[in-house]
């Protein structure tokens, strides 16, 4: 049975970040919230530690971890090299939803990195997150916290769904403010390289640094050694068939419209993952919804994605139906997320 400890998310009571480091000092794991999604830790230094992750996950090991560490300067734990671009990103991104790729150590085990001799990087946001670095005093791997290629938890109680009994402790501290992982940012290109569109924007950080490159949204094959997590072709995924409109907004729900109206007709349970102003074309059938926010707010919908494809799945909804945000700003993470989620894209 998996131990559930609730503290302050802002203020995490000392004595239970101590029962924690303690399971990832033994080489156990620990679920934990950081401001993206919810991470599973082990001491990213110790190969059998990281192996318990993969197990727990059933994660095939082609898909990389990401090491969160409690500082800027703690990089040099697991990374050879840290470009200037890094110092000058990090005064703007750091502690945040910002990883970096950088040529790692050779005390880094290759199972983090799957075998890649980069590692990536980041400082969590989150005040749980930093508490348990520090006090287990190594670097800590921590992919989502859920069963591989599921959608990725929001909540402690997303992870206890999907791991329970499977790892050893989870710290629930709320539901995560970002609610999308991290943007991975390639730093040994020149100029650097979006691996996995996140929680900083394209935008933002071009404003910083002058122009970024996009890595293609689709990997080569599922079977090679992936450069970032988050990147095989299918992840993210609801229970329920997930059916993604793209193009013009009026278009798309005109077209999820006449989606909705023909699974009804054939009995299907059709659930809604829409914007709050998308949702009244709809009011003449009687679908589950589950309103991400306004359109125009798209950290609401960022923030509320996941949740909303687990709400629908526990309404056991048998199709879902979204449309695609835009590639601005959040759009592109959310576009990524939904791409990856969707059993097909119209």
């Known amino acids: 049975m998996t131990q559930l400890l609730t503290l302050s998310p802002q203020n995490p009571s000392l004595e239970l970040i101590?029962?924690?480091?303690?399971?990832?000092?033994?080489?156990?794991?620990?679920?934990?919230?950081?401001?993206?999604?919810?991470?599973?830790?082990?001491?990213?230094?110790?190969?059998?530690?990281?192996?318990?992750?993969?197990?727990?996950?059933g994660r095939p090991s082609?898909?990389?971890?990401?090491?969160?560490?409690?500082?800027?300067?703690?990089?040099?734990?697991?990374?050879a090299e840290i470009p200037p671009v890094v110092s000058t990103l990090a005064a703007?991104?750091?502690?945040?939803?910002?990883?970096?790729?950088?040529?790692?150590?050779?005390?880094?085990?290759?199972?983090?990195?799957?075998?890649?001799?980069?590692?990536a990087v980041r400082v969590p946001a989150h005040p749980v997150?930093?508490?348990?670095?520090?006090?287990?005093?190594?670097?800590?791997?921590?992919?989502?916290?859920?069963?591989?290629?599921?959608?990725?938890?929001?909540?402690a109680a997303h992870v206890m769904d999907d791991l329970n009994g499977r790892i050893d402790m989870i710290l629930d501290g709320g539901s995560t403010s970002v609610g999308v992982e991290s943007t991975v940012l390639d730093v040994t290109y020149t100029p650097p390289m979006i691996l996995r569109p996140g929680g900083v924007?394209?935008?933002?950080?071009?404003?910083?640094?002058?122009?970024?490159t996009l890595r293609n949204n689709r990997p080569d094959s599922d079977d090679e050694a992936q450069v970032s997590p988050g990147l095989l072709g299918k992840h993210y995924t609801p229970n329920a068939e997930l059916i993604l409109c793209k193009g013009e907004k009026a278009e798309a729900l005109e077209k999820l419209l006449d989606l909705a109206k023909q699974a009804q007709t054939e009995g299907r349970s059709v659930g809604l993952l829409?914007?709050?102003?998308?949702?009244?074309?709809?009011?003449?059938?009687?679908?589950?919804?589950?309103?991400?926010?306004v359109s125009a707010d798209l950290e609401s919908i960022a923030r509320n994605l996941y949740a909303g494809m687990r709400a629908l799945d526990d309404e056991k909804v048998s199709l879902i139906l979204t449309r695609d945000f835009g590639a601005h700003g959040l759009g592109l993470a959310i576009h990524d997320r939904l791409l990856r989620a969707a059993s097909q894209i119209i």
């Open 129 to 155: 997150a930093l508490a348990l670095i520090r006090e287990s005093g190594v670097p800590i791997a921590a992919p989502s916290a859920n069963r591989f290629g599921h959608t990725s938890p929001t909540s």
């Open 62 to 79: 082609n898909d990389p971890l990401i090491v969160h560490v409690a500082s800027v300067e703690d990089m040099k734990l697991v990374a």
């Open 18 to 57: 101590r029962q924690a480091s303690a399971v990832i000092q033994r080489r156990g794991l620990v679920a934990f919230p950081t401001e993206t999604v919810y991470g599973l830790g082990a001491n990213a230094l110790d190969e059998e530690a990281v192996a318990k992750i993969f197990h727990a996950k």
């Open 274 to 293: 829409l914007a709050e102003d998308d949702l009244h074309i709809f009011n003449s059938l009687s679908c589950k919804a589950y309103p991400l926010g």
């Open 201 to 212: 924007a394209r935008e933002a950080i071009e404003k910083i640094i002058g122009k970024v």
């Open 92 to 119: 703007h991104f750091c502690p945040g939803p910002l990883t970096f790729v950088l040529p790692k150590l050779s005390q880094v085990p290759a199972s983090v990195t799957s075998g890649l001799e980069t590692v």
